[in-house]
């Protein structure tokens, strides 16, 4: 999903498959499961991404520069 690669990176954020491909998906959850550090990893960067780039105050500066 487009949205989605904006978002989140590759082996940073999120473990990020084709959409259509079953197995990618399979071995994708699998690495998460069996990869304690991999998967602590992976959510600590989400959720710092997160916080960095969608807070109130971004949120106004995005919703002023659709203004201009």
Known sequence: VPLVRTMLCHNESALLVNPNNPAAWLTAIE???TNK?????????????FLM??????RAKNVLNGLS
Do not use: R
């Open 31 to 33: 690495k998460a499961a």
């Open 37 to 49: 550090e991999l998967s602590v990893m992976l959510t600590k960067n989400a959720y710092a991404a």
């Open 53 to 58: 780039n969608y807070n109130w105050e971004n």
